[in-house]
């Protein structure tokens, strides 16, 4: 009768054997109720990517803010700062918090992916994409090279003059500035093809470097000085003494159509 008490006196859940539990514990009936809860508070809730968003130009090596909100179910806000941060551009790049202000992400035009695992064992992902990353000088800029020149030969006066096309290419990191140029001179009754290489330096604004002529019977190298500004306005000059009795004067400016490199040829 003692044993059958006993028995009856035990949860349906458990089976005394030698003075002994079997089956759920209270560690273990705790662990439900607290899994329980968590699945109450987080079920249902969504991350959002608020910056950047998606087709956003951050300047490279300038700060930018990255900020990311876990939302409820229900729409309120939830405090979660536990959240990372990766690109699949730069592999090295990473970043936790759900605000934070970051200048170290590399050039390129990234997917950025924020992730969070909730308390609930969910994790939530949020991408934005086509972020662009780079100087705020680069891109490829298109413009015009106005040249002259003057001299005397054999007593003879001469006055010239061409323009042409001009694209210059600022590289992502907006520390070098490429291009070329070509416009035909009528000069002594030949028609001379001139074509012009360019190499600049950018420093903060401030182009110098050269600008090869060439002339189809040689080449010369003369020293170019511009400006740029972040705005995507390009312009410069240079002058070249020619053959010993030409003086010529060349200016050039270019306005960018775009920022996007991908097409340009490496």
């Not at 759920?24 to 009936?29: E, G, K, L, R, V």
């Not at 995507?232 to 070249?240: H, K, M, N, R």
């Amino acid at each position: 009768m003692i044993s059958l008490l006993l028995a009856f006196a035990c949860n349906e859940n458990e089976l005394i054997v030698d003075g002994s539990y079997e089956g759920s514990s209270p560690d273990d009936t705790a662990a439900v109720d607290d899994q329980a809860a968590l699945d109450a508070e987080w079920d249902g809730a969504r991350l959002v990517v608020e910056a950047p968003i998606s087709g956003s130009f951050l300047p490279f090596e300038e700060s930018a803010e990255f900020q990311a909100v876990v939302y409820a179910a229900d729409g309120t806000v939830k405090d979660f700062p536990d959240i990372t941060w990766a690109s699949d551009v730069d592999e090295d790049w990473a970043l936790m918090g759900a605000s934070a202000t970051d200048a170290t992400l590399g050039v390129g035009t990234h997917a950025l992916t924020a992730e969070a695992l909730l308390p609930n064992g969910d994790r939530l992902a949020y991408t934005v994409g086509g972020v662009l990353v780079q100087s705020p000088y680069a891109g490829v800029y298109v413009g015009d090279l106005a040249v002259t020149a003057a001299g005397d030969y054999n007593g003879q006066t001469l006055s010239v003059g061409c323009s042409g096309a001009l694209t210059m290419v600022v590289d992502a990191e907006g520390d070098v500035a490429t291009g070329d140029a070509g416009c035909l001179l009528s000069l002594l009754g030949y028609d001379i093809d001139t074509a012009y290489i360019f190499d600049l330096e950018n420093d903060d604004g401030d182009l110098a470097g050269t600008a090869s002529i060439d002339l189809q019977f040689y080449e010369l190298p003369v020293d170019t000085t511009g400006t740029i500004t972040e705005d995507g306005e390009l312009e410069g000059d240079f002058s070249a003494e020619v053959a010993g009795y030409l003086t010529m004067e060349a200016s050039y400016a270019a306005t960018r159509i775009t920022r996007d490199l991908s097409t340009v040829e490496n």
